[in-house]
């Protein structure tokens, strides 16, 4: 009964795993972020292609 009364005051193995999962959603919203930028520069680059190649005719 002692093991499970000290086991349930023992809060350090909760600590980790809430940061475990912070730290796995900042993740998260990094890698959609990224891709949402990815996307965007790679249209931005697109366009400045194509208009560079209709001003070289």
């Known amino acids: 009964?002692?093991?499970?009364?000290?086991l349930a005051?023992?809060?350090k193995g909760a600590?980790?795993?809430e940061?475990?999962?912070i730290a796995a959603l900042i993740a998260v919203a990094?890698?959609?972020?990224m891709s949402g930028l990815g996307n965007s520069l790679?249209?931005?680059f697109n366009n400045a292609?194509?208009?560079m190649d209709g001003a070289g005719q």
């Open 49 to 51: 292609s194509d208009a």
């Open 15 to 17: 600590t980790a795993i």
């Open 30 to 33: 990094a890698i959609t972020a």
């Open 1 to 6: 009964m002692k093991f499970l009364h000290k």
């Open 19 to 21: 940061y475990g999962l």
């Open 9 to 11: 005051k023992n809060n």
């Open 42 to 44: 790679k249209t931005t």
